[in-house]
């Protein structure tokens, strides 16, 4: 993997662009909602339904929850709604019924979804189950509003280059990456030097190795400071989610791998510093709550309100910054191992995740061996052969099946 990733800088920062997307109500923003029914997909929603004059929806999608998409879709008056799992097609057809809503449903409808004439995509389907819909929409060269980091994580050469090609505009949602993106304010890669992100530390940040042997899933989904969809809470309890996102950033910010680091900060206040070569560190704030790093996708280069609760310090009294324990947390080192190793390492770390998370929440794993499995799957996988580089989405997607394969055969050890 080079140092230094594809996206330029421009293309992400800086000022009005050529797209100029950035809802205002004089040219309402058309927009689509991948992962609709989900945590960022409801935050979105809520964002537009407080904002009804700023948008106009043109498709939602949802994998299973069809009561949840068809009374999202009536509510925003959408075009259409797909649904992924195409056996629930005649249910939403149902729902629909005079609505004057188009229902469609199965994998390939998300994906015709992505690419229906839309000026922004906000991408935020979970997983890997992302990836086609969204490079779908990056091909169209428009805005993508990128919640769903494991696109980058599995896929970041592929649709960086994507990205560039087709002149798309990828705006981050995630709260760490959009706060680096408001702090570079259109700076040149040259002048920084470093880029930090913040980490909660999860619910378990004070818990011993005994405890954390016995961490429940109940435990690991209750976060101190962030409402999530369960996978990312769970990554967020390994510390796995932060290795994710210093992947993220690695394909984001042109910085090169070194320049790349991440500290705890319990209080989930400060989301990012940015530090230049003249001393100067720019630090973004915001209270915890996803509609802000949203909003400022969905407006950019502009700003909308956001009905969040406001910052106030002199409450608060203390932020707090510690050193992430990679000893309790593994996850994060192998995480930035497999960074560092680049090829399809990130694509074969992210699969085995998802399988153990999802084995983790069905308590078919332990939470310690959430990390091991992981670190196994890509040692297998590198004497397999498996680890090269990944020209094309195919290619992304053949080693992230053959990957999810390898953890589930590792998963009989456990
Ligand atoms: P979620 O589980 O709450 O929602 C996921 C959405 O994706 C749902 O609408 C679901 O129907 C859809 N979906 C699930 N499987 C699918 C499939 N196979 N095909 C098509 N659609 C499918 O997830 P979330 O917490 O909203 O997270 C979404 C993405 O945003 C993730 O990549 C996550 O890492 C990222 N993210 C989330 C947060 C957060 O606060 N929730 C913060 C930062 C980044
Ligand atoms: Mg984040």
């Not at 973004?284 to 709550?289: C, E, G, L, V």
């Not at 939470?367 to 799957?377: E, R, Y």
Request: hydrophobic residues 50%; contains cysteine; negative net charge.
């Amino acid at each position: 993997m080079a140092t230094t990733a594809s996206v330029p800088m421009a293309r992400i920062a800086g000022g009005p662009t050529e797209n100029d997307a950035g809802c205002s109500p004089d040219k309402p923003c058309r927009l689509t909602v991948l992962g609709a029914t989900g945590s960022i997909g409801t935050s979105t929603l809520d964002l537009v339904g407080r904002n009804p004059e700023l948008f106009e929806i043109v498709a939602l999608t949802a994998q299973t929850q069809v009561e949840q998409l068809a009374a999202l879709a009536i509510r925003h008056r959408a075009k259409v709604a797909v649904i992924g799992d195409e056996t629930q097609l005649a249910a939403l057809r149902e729902l629909l019924a005079g609505a004057g809503i188009a229902a469609m449903g199965g994998e390939a409808a998300v994906v015709e979804a992505a690419t229906m004439p839309a000026d922004c995509v906000m991408a935020a389907i979970v997983g890997a189950a992302g990836l086609k819909p969204t490079y779908a929409a990056a091909l169209q060269g428009r805005r993508v509003a990128l919640a769903n980091k494991e696109c980058l994580v599995s896929a970041g050469d592929v649709f960086t280059k994507a990205i560039a090609q087709s002149g798309a505009e990828l705006l981050p949602v995630d709260s760490e990456h959009s706060a680096v993106f408001q702090a570079l304010a259109g700076s040149d890669a040259a002048a920084i030097e470093k880029i930090v992100l913040t980490a909660s530390g999860g619910p378990f940040r004070t818990w011993t190795r005994e405890q954390l042997a016995a961490a429940t899933p109940d435990q690991a989904l209750k976060h101190p400071n962030w409402s999530m969809g369960a996978k990312v809470t769970i990554d967020s309890a390994t510390l796995m989610n932060k290795g994710l996102e210093l992947i993220e950033a690695f394909h984001l910010f042109p910085v090169g791998v070194d320049a790349l680091d991440c500290v705890v900060h319990p209080q989930s206040v400060v989301h990012c510093l940015v530090s230049y070569k003249d001393g100067s560190v720019m630090a973004q704030m915001a209270p915890p709550d996803m509609r802000t790093p949203i909003a400022v996708a969905l407006a950019w280069p502009r700003r909308m309100a956001a009905p969040t609760e406001k910052l106030d310090l002199a409450r608060l009294g203390t932020l707090s910054f510690e050193a992430p324990d990679e000893a309790r947390f593994p996850a994060l080192a192998i995480a930035k191992a497999a960074l560092r190793r680049g090829g399809a390492a990130p694509a074969i770390l992210n699969a085995a995740n998802e399988i153990a998370v999802a084995a983790f929440l069905e308590r078919r794993l332990k939470f310690c061996d959430i990390a091991s499995l992981v670190d196994d799957a890509l040692e297998k996988a590198e004497k397999r052969g498996l680890a090269g580089d990944a020209g094309c989405l195919d290619d992304v997607l053949a080693i992230d099946a053959a990957a999810r394969r390898l953890a589930v055969e590792l998963m009989s050890r456990y």
